[in-house]
């Protein structure tokens, strides 16, 4: 159960403590006062979408943790196969204002999503949108497998390892072609292809060099003409650097005793041989400028050739050969694909008539399971003042088998006597909801693992007896798991055990909300101001002490 839960700067709140109490927890206080603050920031740590806007105005942070304790086994096993094996869980999340978030588990770091899983283990919820969820039909083939447990789940995993091997040959006899047309438009494809890339007589590297072989042949002229200039300056005359630089290495060699000239010399001598060599790489330049139409047209075409092929089968030559390499092992397969086609079809049909057979065996488990679910929903609805309500599950089949099987599955509803079932939708009032949300949660929480249930204004849109009933059914609940109720129905009210006070008020300039544990008169109080208003009378007060006495609280 959850034994308490600490907030700090989530919206009106700056700070307080909560610890709540086995049985049924009973939040009061006016419209507005923040109670439904207290189940988002629960939410909040339980991992749930994030809504900035709850961080506290002119606050950095946010910070929620909660304590559980007393967690069942069935709970535990579920905490152990993610990990955690302690019989306490400590969980805290903080949001900070530049968007970073911090996750812990019993002081260990943690993802959103596994926070998120481990807090779907620790408590259900009934607020307006579950109250949304139920009217889409898509989750109520969910729920109902979800009440069907191992025996639904057990057939739902052979289903799905079927499916699976079914739908990975069907992809090999894609891959093979598919039918006898198809896989010679193919071979006849990939033969083209193969022949295409192999009269290429491609060279790893060709591209970079016929590019730039292109590149010079465009710059012949100007290549022989710049070439020719430097030439000139280096040769010009009988003051040609190289002889000048010969020549000064000449009148230092008398000298070469000294130190600092010797090296003189040798860098003299180096530089010489260094310009050598630059006029004899020029000389070979301007030898190969020479444009040659008939050398360029044929490299020109050539890289076209190139550009295509690329352009084709991969960004660059490797990528074309590793193309040509697989559609010879492609091609290959196909020649020789009558016989592994054959195979395949044979294993295709063994599997989808195990497939048909474990569809069939889900619809019909999923059946006796909507059997179950309807005499116990009808049950409580009765027990909730719905006399003449009636609740179904109609199955429809889809043409195709999927993973999760072959059925379309719908809740449908009647809340009066002689109105027809129909789409939740369609029937369903926000009261009536309300206490189909009710029955729902009443029947699911004996067969999940939650300890902890929360619901935020299960009184919305009922009044009088209902209201009674509902405290009844929300008080027979918390004989079994913890119950924390947001209610503004006195007749709810009367069946708690605990009581809270959530109330705003003023200090510098500021408005923030606390909670106050009620004790004793204090709860009749809060139960007479439901009653009668801000003006407690002495009536309001009795009615109390009535309503508690015979909801059979002290």
């Not at 025996?151 to 072609?177: H, V």
């Not at 330049?285 to 089968?313: P, V």
């Not at 179904?392 to 079932?421: H, M, R, W, Y």
């Amino acid at each position: 159960m959850l034994q308490s839960l600490s907030i700090k700067n989530v919206a009106l709140i700056s700070s307080i403590n909560i610890d709540f109490k086995e049985g049924l927890n009973i939040l009061l206080g006016e419209t507005g006062a923040g109670k439904s603050i207290i189940f988002d920031a629960l939410n909040f740590v339980l991992g749930y979408k994030l809504d900035k806007t709850l961080l506290r105005s002119g606050e950095t942070a946010m910070r929620v943790d909660a304590l559980f304790t007393d967690i069942h086994n069935n709970a535990l096993q579920q905490l152990q196969a993610l990990g955690i094996d302690e019989t306490e869980i400590a969980i805290s999340r903080t949001y900070l204002i530049d968007g970073k978030s911090i996750i812990r588990i019993n002081g260990l770091p943690t993802s959103q999503s596994v926070l998120k899983e481990v807090g779907e283990i620790l408590v259900n919820s009934y607020s307006q949108h579950e109250s949304i969820d139920l009217l889409k039909v898509k989750n109520h083939i969910i729920m109902l497998d979800k009440y069907g447990g191992n025996k639904i789940k057990a057939i739902k995993d052979s289903l799905r390892e079927k499916y699976f091997a079914y739908k990975e040959i069907e992809n090999k006899i894609k891959a093979l072609g598919g039918n006898a047309f198809e896989r010679e438009r193919t071979k006849a494809l990939l033969e083209y292809q193969i022949n295409e890339i192999k009269d290429a007589n491609l060279v790893v590297g060709e591209d970079e060099e016929v590019s730039d072989r292109l590149k010079f042949l465009n710059n012949a002229e100007k290549i022989y003409q710049t070439v020719s200039l430097c030439e000139e300056l280096l040769t010009e005359n009988s003051d040609a650097c190289v002889n000048n630089l010969q020549q000064a290495s000449s009148y230092l060699s008398s000298l070469t005793d000294i130190g600092t000239i010797e090296e003189c010399k040798q860098r003299l001598d180096s530089a010489r041989y260094e310009i050598e060599d630059i006029c004899q790489t020029l000389a070979n330049l301007k030898s190969e400028a020479d444009f040659d139409s008939l050398e360029y047209e044929k490299l020109d075409r050539r890289y076209d050739l190139l550009k295509s092929l690329m352009k084709k089968y991969g960004g660059s030559v490797e990528k074309v050969l590793e193309y040509l390499a697989d559609a010879v092992t492609r091609y290959e397969e196909l020649e020789n694909s009558e016989i592994i086609l054959d195979k395949l079809e044979k294993e295709k049909q063994l599997i989808l008539e195990k497939l048909k057979e474990l569809a069939n065996n889900l619809t019909t488990a999923r059946k006796e399971v909507a059997n179950e679910i309807t005499t116990a929903i009808t049950k409580e609805l009765r027990e909730l003042g719905m006399k003449s309500a009636l609740f179904d599950i109609k199955f429809d089949k889809t043409e195709e088998i999927s993973q999760d099987g072959q059925d379309l599955v719908e809740f449908i509803f009647s809340a009066n006597k002689g109105q027809e079932l129909k789409a939740l939708s369609k029937t369903a009032s926000g009261g009536e909801l309300s206490r189909f949300m009710l029955a729902v949660k009443s029947i699911f929480a004996e067969t999940s693992t939650p300890q902890t249930l929360i619901f935020d204004e299960i009184d919305a849109g009922i009044s009088g007896e209902t209201g009674n009933i509902v405290g009844q059914k929300l008080s027979q609940l918390a004989s079994h798991s913890q119950v924390l109720c947001i209610t503004h129905l006195s007749q709810v009210a009367c069946y708690g055990d605990s009581f809270y006070n959530v109330s705003k008020q003023e200090s510098n300039n500021t408005t923030i909300t606390c909670v106050k544990q009620l004790e004793g008169q204090e709860i009749i109080y809060g139960i007479a101001k439901m009653i009668g208003g801000d003006k407690v009378s002495d009536i309001a007060i009795q009615h109390a002490k009535e309503m508690r006495f015979n909801a059979g609280k002290k």
